[in-house]
């Protein structure tokens, strides 16, 4: 179990990411779980995604109006099945090879996130993306890059709240998938709720500070970050 110490600035982390996360739609995963895993990698997937269910389901809510509900029922048939090889997959994974496993998927987290081809939302399109997003999001906790790829050209309203929905869907399914296989347990259940606070926090303050982010600049931060922090984990 961490210490008293790692529980604190796990916290500090996830209201750092769920600020950010809350007032322009970048920071909860690509930011926070390799700080998350850093310090201790029992904070991800289950503790991590589980804490973010509540996160996303209130921004979703928020701007619930924009949302395609086509496009996402499409999404959530990739989703589920992305689920669920992720987290059979997890299952196979020796805990002494999560670390650089975390990395690695960070790493290519990364690179589809700054990939610069764009995909057209077609049907075949969004359920590639979305199965790819499922199984990352489920061995490592980042839902977003796969699919953020897909729909990145939505308007940024939709865009948000559709991220917001799947993100909603894709955690509760994550956690619940990962129960089923044995790796989200009781202990897994209190290093999440350990985290909440951290996300009221972070949705809290997101308004006050909404106006002075530059997502440009955020982004391009986020992703040396999640970088350098995966590199670390790989020479753990």
Known sequence: MPSPLEFAVAILIMA?????????GLGLALL?????????????PGP?????????????????????????GLSLVGLTIGTGVGAVALKLVARAYLPKLFGGLILLAVLISVASRR????????????????????MVGVHGPAISLVLQDAEPAQFRAMLGAFFAAGYAMAVASLAVVGV???RELVLGVALLPGVGIGY???P????????????IAILVISSVSAVALLYR
């Open 16 to 24: 750092v990411g769920s600020a950010f996360q809350a007032a322009v």
């Open 32 to 44: 926070v779980v390799p700080l998350l895993a850093l310090i201790d990698t029992e904070f991800i």
């Open 48 to 72: 991590m995604l589980f804490a973010g269910i509540a996160l996303a389901a209130a921004t979703a809510y928020r701007d619930r109006a924009a949302i395609d509900r086509a496009t996402l």
């Open 119 to 138: 995909a057209a939302v077609t049907p075949r399109a969004l359920l590639a993306g979305s199965t790819v997003s499922g199984i990352m999001g489920t």
């Open 184 to 186: 989200f347990g009781r």
């Open 204 to 206: 809290s303050v997101a």
């Open 208 to 219: 006050a500070i909404s106006k002075f982010i530059n997502t440009t600049r955020l982004r």
